[in-house]
């Protein structure tokens, strides 16, 4: 007997951001911002999540052995170019990781917990949640292992690729998780039903999204300045009246690659210029979400 699961419309009924309680930022801010830097598995025996180089005649091989060195060169290298950006303006990011990174990348995962970052489980290895073949347990396993190398359990959760079958929500629920970023549908926080109560989403982003604009839309390298000013500008304009949450989400090998991480330091400079602007966390925007009257 299959179980059957709520809908997506049943999980978030539609609601207009201008037709609910009022959001409210610290100070009255107009927008929160939160990086969120994805620190990801790959597998050098599989078939590799994405690539930069088509293989020779368009034919696939294994080992693929040059898409996962331009992946690995973020872990080597990239990656601490984001911790020089980010510390250099006192910022704070959120690190969206595989379980398993814990263990294959330890001098990043201690980097960032001595940066004083936010630890989010991203699943266990870099895996679409439909092709785990237990994910309980794939949750559990990540979850002991950021609890382990951080000493607490991550509160939220980025699936890898952002995908979900029909009961990975209730199974983060079930595991404690309270808030989620695979959900991109809101400049708000927005609670979701499970079996377990509500859990949160947290407004993640597709578009200011360097695998999207970097590997896939394969824009020019200024593309996460251009558009991550444009789309602060307007959510700034718009969050004099009703706030707005801003994402910016970074992959070591992407944005960590030198010909455009001074686009990032660019967008940074741009958003820090700007009064009523609060640099958050995940956790720490679940935690305002949470504080404001009637939520829980």
Not at 153 to 165: F, K, M, Y
Request: net charge negative; proline share 8%.
């Amino acid at each position: 007997m299959s179980e059957k699961f709520l809908s997506r419309r049943d999980r978030v009924p539609y609601q207009a951001i201008v037709d609910r309680p009022p959001f409210v930022l610290p100070n009255n801010a107009r927008v929160a911002v939160w990086t969120i830097v994805n620190i990801e598995n790959w597998l050098p025996e599989n078939a590799q999540p994405r690539m930069v180089l088509p293989p020779p005649m368009g034919q696939p091989l294994l080992p693929d052995l040059p898409n996962w060195s331009w992946h690995e060169y973020g872990m080597r290298v990239g990656f601490w170019r984001f911790v020089e950006v980010l510390k250099s303006r006192g910022l704070s990011a959120t690190l969206a990781l595989n379980g398993s990174a814990c263990e294959v990348y330890p001098a990043i995962c201690k980097a960032a917990l001595d940066a004083g970052w936010e630890f989010m489980g991203h699943g266990f290895v870099q895996k679409p949640m439909h092709k785990v073949e237990d994910e309980a347990a794939a949750i559990a396993q990540t979850i002991d292992a950021i609890r382990k190398f951080t000493g607490k359990p991550p509160r939220g959760w980025e699936s890898p690729g952002l995908t979900e079958t029909d009961q990975t929500i209730d199974l983060l629920a079930a595991a404690g998780i309270e808030y989620v970023a695979d959900w991109v549908l809101d400049d708000q926080p927005v609670p979701i039903k499970t079996t377990s109560g509500e859990i949160v989403s947290v407004p993640y982003t597709v578009e200011l999204n360097d695998v999207v604009m970097s590997a896939v839309q394969q824009q020019p390298s200024d593309e996460i300045y251009r558009r991550g000013r444009d789309q602060f500008d307007q959510l700034y304009k718009e969050g004099a009246t009703i706030p707005r949450v801003m994402a910016i989400s970074l992959h070591p090998y992407l944005t960590g690659a030198p010909h455009r991480i001074r686009y990032l330091e660019a967008l940074y400079d741009h958003i820090l210029s700007h009064e009523g602007v609060v640099m958050c966390t995940g956790e720490e925007i679940l935690d305002i979400y949470k504080g404001q009257a009637g939520r829980k």
